[in-house]
């Protein structure tokens, strides 16, 4: 990996200005290159480029170079790098109160839980940090409520999960896990998750007939695994299944939420409420970590004192930013834009090579190149030379490319983003 790093870019020195100095610092790319591998793990392999400032749709390197972020930090970037709104909600709380943990009332948390189950149409919401603490803790509440309200007997719950799934590397994300590269050497693990296939309704049918079964956790579109879109009536398929047999049906819109694939919630384009739902990501609107539970009182209310908490999580500074972002989405159209302008970018990228490119899938503004590897031609390759052209995209498992600008973006941004694709892959 090192050696690609290295040879993708040079050592050209620049400058830019120290934050704790009013001296130009000098740095290159290389040296942050050479830095990293010293002293940093190696549990990522990041595409070689060195992103010192972001605005908007745009991000640039220390060289100063400029690109279209087509990552968007994996969604969490929906509102755009450092959306003016949200980033003077976060100054403004900074200035007067950041943390006072859970062990006392604050201010601002009250406000964010009454806006946010309002907006959503929901009883109860339970704040934390990381999106795998949102979906370890959706997987909490379903084994509470299956004891207590279900009569699952004591600690013999299951909890069903969808194949290609991902909500993160925690001891619990990656017992549910189909992917080798995340579970791989890290067992023992949970017992009592089932995986199913994605989009099979049938095999759903057949493992919701086990009584002591709590919940079925399923992304409405799987985001890591490439953009994958179920078949039209998958979800409310879902939705039956899960009140026939008495169990939760918890939605991972953790990336697929908050306007990315032009709604709301994913799940709300088949009109499906789920039991649960979990958020993260652009709930934060890239300031930093907040993640939420959304539940009803049945299953929300099976958690009481001292059976669940965070430090952080629903901090009175994570509040503000939350509600500073999601106002973003709801008064800026956000959602409508998504739809809007995820229309332009698959008419756009359908014109790809189809012996380079023979899948181009999603919804939204939440896209997915599947390559067809040969020779030279391969995701890695087609991401470095987008990264030469102005484009900032990232390969996912194997030879797939994920496609998601943020929200805010304009026709003519798309337009002139899309080009530079279809111009990188065409001339590979």
Not at 50 to 70: C, N, P, T
Not at 165 to 185: K, V
Not at 365 to 374: E, I, N, S
Not at 380 to 386: M, P, R
Request: hydrophobic fraction near 40%; charge should be positive.
């Amino acid at each position: 990996m090192l050696s690609r790093v290295r040879s993708a870019l040079g050592p050209v020195r620049v400058s830019y200005r120290s934050l704790s100095t009013s001296k130009p610092a000098q740095i290159t790319a290389q040296e942050v290159y050479d830095k990293e591998a010293k002293y940093g793990a190696t549990n990522y392999a990041p595409l070689p480029v060195v992103l010192a400032k972001g605005e908007g749709v745009y991000a640039w390197d220390v060289e100063g170079k400029k690109y279209y972020d087509f990552l968007s930090g994996f969604s969490v970037l929906n509102q755009g790098h450092r959306h003016p709104k949200i980033v003077k909600a976060l100054k403004d709380q900074v200035d007067k109160l950041t943390l006072v943990s859970r062990a006392f009332y604050s201010d601002s948390l009250a406000d964010f839980e009454e806006y946010a189950t309002k907006l959503f149409g929901y009883s109860r919401i339970l704040p934390m940090n990381t999106g795998v603490e949102a979906a370890d803790l959706s997987i909490k509440l379903a084994r509470r409520w299956a004891y207590e309200v279900k009569g699952v007997p004591r600690y013999k719950a299951k909890i069903i999960f969808a194949a290609g799934n991902f909500w993160g590397r925690s001891i619990a994300a990656l017992s549910a896990s189909t992917d080798p590269d995340c579970y791989g050497g890290y067992g023992p693990y949970v017992p009592n998750f089932i995986n199913i296939p994605f989009d099979d309704l049938r095999a759903l049918e057949r493992f919701s007939d086990d009584p002591d079964v709590a919940a079925f956790m399923v992304e409405p579109i799987q985001g890591e695994n490439g953009a994958v879109v179920p078949q039209e009536g998958y979800l409310r398929g879902v939705r039956e299944i899960c009140n026939k047999n008495k169990i939760l049906f918890i939605a991972d819109e953790i990336q697929t939420g908050l306007g990315r694939t032009g709604k709301w919630l994913a799940c709300q384009h088949e009109g499906v409420r789920p039991d649960i739902v979990t958020l993260g990501k652009a709930l934060s609107g890239g300031m930093f970590a907040i993640s939420a539970v959304l539940a009803d009182d049945e299953v929300m209310l099976s958690i009481k004192p001292g059976q669940h908490g965070s430090t952080f999580g629903g901090s009175p500074l994570a509040a503000k930013v939350a509600i500073a972002s999601l106002k973003v989405i709801e008064e800026e159209k956000l959602c409508e834009n998504a739809e809007k302008m995820g229309k332009v970018l698959f008419s756009e990228l359908s014109s790809l090579d189809p012996n380079i490119v023979p899948v181009v899938r999603g919804k939204g503004l939440l896209g997915c190149l599947v390559v067809r590897p040969q020779g030279k031609i391969n995701a890695w390759n087609i991401c470095l030379k987008l990264r030469d052209n102005g484009v900032l995209a990232k390969p996912i498992r194997g030879e797939m490319i994920r496609i998601a600008p943020p929200l805010i973006i304009t026709k003519e941004q798309l337009i002139e983003a899309t080009t530079i694709i279809k111009k990188t892959i065409h001339s590979m």
